[in-house]
């Protein structure tokens, strides 16, 4: 005669599924996540900003709509290379921030916590790619440049060098100001007020001064050095040489890298 009991911890009742089973079922569910990711978010990055040709066409010819007439029209070198710092450093700073909240806010971030790879391989292939795309969207304005001020091959390395390092510190500087922002309207917001005094202490609106911390506050600014890169690539009067502009270019990229490192987790962990 059957006799009804009670289920126990190693004979879970109809319906239940046990820790294993749990785990069952999600391994397929992390599988396929980690499958999605073949090259990690450097492939994903590249595949969503290709898989908009309106939207590629669109960013590569945004910046040019300021880019061509400054150069045909022959702008002071100075304000020029003002203006296009300032794109620049919008570019990068403004897309990853946005990026990175929407990540947020949307849940992959905390999905991503849990794909089986380093944090920092994960939140730093997809800030690199990030920085990628946004450098190439900068190449049509560096070919124009370069084209008319008639650069030397050493001016021109110089700001092709500096382009890539401070859009990569950019993006690392919006994916740190993520971190205090509660959605993208607040990361933009956030991006103004820090990118407007760093831009001002790199000289951009009033110079850099021969003296004083101004001037020493100047020499630590990325953004002096790539003011001073387009400002050689224009045929102007830069405020630093080209080789110092082609050390501070691999000096900001190196920092840049391990600042991602050390916030990668951080992000993660506040998905």
Same mark, same amino acid.
């Given at each position: 005669?059957?006799?009804?009991?009670?289920?126990?911890?190693?004979?879970?009742?109809?319906?239940?599924?046990?820790?294993?089973?749990?785990?069952?079922?999600?391994?397929?569910?992390?599988?396929?996540?980690?499958?999605? /990711?073949?090259?990690?978010?450097?492939?994903?990055?590249?595949?969503?900003?290709?898989?908009?040709?309106?939207?590629?066409?669109?960013?590569?010819?945004?910046?040019?709509?300021?880019?061509?007439?400054?150069?045909?029209?022959?702008?002071?070198?100075?304000?020029?290379?003002?203006?296009?710092?300032?794109?620049? @450093?919008?570019?990068?700073?403004?897309?990853?921030?946005? @990026?990175?909240?929407?990540?947020?806010?949307?849940?992959?971030?905390?999905?991503?916590?849990?794909? *089986?790879?380093?944090?920092?391989?994960?939140?730093?292939?997809?800030?690199?790619?990030?920085?990628?795309?946004?450098?190439?969207?900068?190449? *049509?304005? @560096? @070919?124009?440049?370069?084209?008319? %001020?008639?650069?030397?091959?050493?001016?021109? &390395?110089?700001?092709?060098?500096?382009? *890539?390092? &401070?859009?990569?510190?950019?993006?690392?500087?919006?994916?740190?100001?993520?971190?205090?922002?509660?959605?993208?309207?607040?990361?933009?917001?956030?991006?103004?007020?820090?990118?407007?005094? /760093?831009?001002?202490? %790199?000289?951009?609106?009033?110079?850099?001064?021969?003296?004083?911390?101004?001037?020493?506050?100047?020499?630590?600014?990325?953004?002096?050095?790539?003011?001073?890169?387009?400002?050689?690539?224009?045929?102007?009067?830069?405020?630093?040489?080209?080789?110092?502009?082609?050390?501070?270019?691999?000096?900001?990229?190196?920092?840049?890298?391990? %600042? /991602?490192?050390?916030?990668?987790?951080? /992000?993660?962990?506040? %998905?």
């Amino acid at each position: 005669m059957s006799v009804l009991r009670a289920p126990t911890t190693a004979e879970p009742a109809a319906g239940t599924r046990t820790g294993r089973g749990r785990d069952r079922a999600a391994a397929p569910r992390t599988a396929r996540l980690h499958r999605a /990711l073949p090259g990690g978010m450097w492939t994903r990055e590249w595949l969503l900003s290709l898989a908009r040709p309106r939207s590629v066409v669109v960013k590569l010819a945004m910046p040019l709509v300021l880019a061509v007439p400054l150069v045909a029209g022959h702008a002071p070198t100075f304000w020029a290379g003002m203006l296009l710092t300032v794109l620049v @450093a919008m570019v990068g700073a403004v897309g990853s921030g946005v @990026a990175l909240a929407r990540a947020r806010s949307g849940g992959l971030l905390a999905r991503l916590a849990v794909v *089986p790879r380093s944090p920092a391989r994960t939140v730093g292939g997809w800030v690199l790619a990030a920085a990628a795309v946004d450098t190439v969207q900068m190449l *049509p304005v @560096a @070919a124009v440049v370069l084209a008319a %001020g008639a650069a030397d091959p050493a001016a021109a &390395v110089a700001l092709l060098l500096c382009i *890539p390092a &401070v859009v990569l510190a950019t993006n690392a500087l919006g994916c740190a100001l993520s971190l205090l922002a509660d959605g993208p309207g607040e990361v933009l917001l956030d991006v103004i007020v820090v990118l407007a005094p /760093l831009l001002f202490l %790199g000289g951009l609106f009033s110079g850099v001064p021969a003296a004083g911390w101004r001037h020493w506050a100047a020499r630590l600014d990325p953004f002096a050095y790539l003011h001073s890169g387009f400002a050689g690539a224009l045929g102007g009067s830069p405020g630093v040489g080209t080789g110092e502009v082609i050390a501070a270019a691999l000096i900001t990229a190196a920092l840049a890298c391990a %600042g /991602l490192g050390l916030l990668s987790r951080t /992000l993660l962990e506040r %998905g």
